[in-house]
Nanobody, 121 residues
Framework: QVQLVESGGGLVQSGGSLRLSCTASGPIFSIAVMGWYRQSPGKERTFVAHKGTAGDPNYTEAVKGRFTLSRDNAKNTVTLEMNNLKPEDTAVYYC???????????????WGQGTQVTVSA
């Protein structure tokens, strides 16, 4: 079965940096989009950044200029470098991948288990 395994996250002071990584494994034919979402307590999960197989990443406005997403298509990996972190960035961060397990199966969105990012003031 397809798995998205995340690493990174943790506790950092305001203005600090963290890096999140995610690797997809299992029966994968192709991955259209990989990226990250986040969810704060009591709030809905929201988009952070993602990237297709080519072209530039897309970011939510709140993280532009501070977060950088990179993707290694050959390794099915996506990395989120987070700089100048703010307390409002505190959330559980979820890796996401829109992928096909085989050519005959439709694209589905898969999720990682989530990793906590906490930014103290």
């Amino acid at each position: 079965q397809v798995q998205l395994v995340e690493s990174g996250g943790g506790l950092v002071q305001s203005g600090g940096s963290l890096r999140l990584s995610c690797t997809a494994s299992g029966p994968i034919f192709s991955i259209a989009v990989m990226g990250w979402y986040r969810q704060s307590p009591g709030k809905e999960r929201t988009f952070v950044a993602h990237k297709g197989t080519a072209g530039d990443p897309n970011y939510t406005e709140a993280v532009k200029g501070r977060f950088t997403l990179s993707r290694d298509n050959a390794k099915n990996t996506v990395t989120l470098e987070m700089n100048n972190l703010k307390p409002e960035d505190t959330a559980v961060y979820y890796c996401s991948a829109h992928l096909q397990e085989s050519p005959s199966v439709r694209v589905r969105q898969y999720w990682g288990q989530g990793t906590q990012v906490t930014v103290s003031a």
